[in-house]
């Protein structure tokens, strides 16, 4: 049996069409979303979210089981303070800021 070899032919001279795609072109950008921090943690109620720069999003809190206790939008701002004083335990604070570019934090509220 005879195998072929179709490394050495260059396919642009049959259809005009190229051997190989494009490869995509690759660019560093910067991880916004791992520059958020949230103090204190753990709290006794009140947590301070700082953001790198100004940002336009939503933030929910939600408990262990998955329940939504809150969520809020915000618009063009550095620094979110939440009162999670009423909630408890261990809880979680998911910060979005675009469709599909989001950071969960877990936060534990002490009493």
């Known amino acids: 049996m005879m195998a072929n070899s179709?490394?050495?032919i260059n396919y642009e001279q049959y259809d005009g069409c190229i051997s190989a795609p494009a490869l995509p072109e690759i660019r560093a950008t910067k991880d916004i979303m791992a520059d958020i921090k949230i103090s204190p943690n753990p709290t006794?109620?009140?947590?301070?979210?700082?953001?790198?720069?100004?940002?336009?999003?939503?933030?929910?809190?939600?408990?262990?089981?998955g329940r939504i206790l809150k969520t809020n939008y915000f618009y063009a701002i550095n620094?979110?303070?939440?009162?999670?004083?009423?909630?408890?335990?261990?809880?979680?604070?998911?910060i979005t800021i675009k469709p599909g570019v989001s950071r969960v934090f877990k936060v534990f509220v002490v009493k």
């Open 79 to 94: 620094k979110i303070e939440l009162d999670l004083s009423e909630h408890a335990g261990v809880n979680l604070v998911q």
């Open 6 to 8: 179709f490394d050495d």
């Open 44 to 65: 006794n109620g009140l947590v301070k979210v700082d953001f790198p720069e100004s940002m336009d999003g939503m933030y929910q809190v939600i408990d262990i089981t």
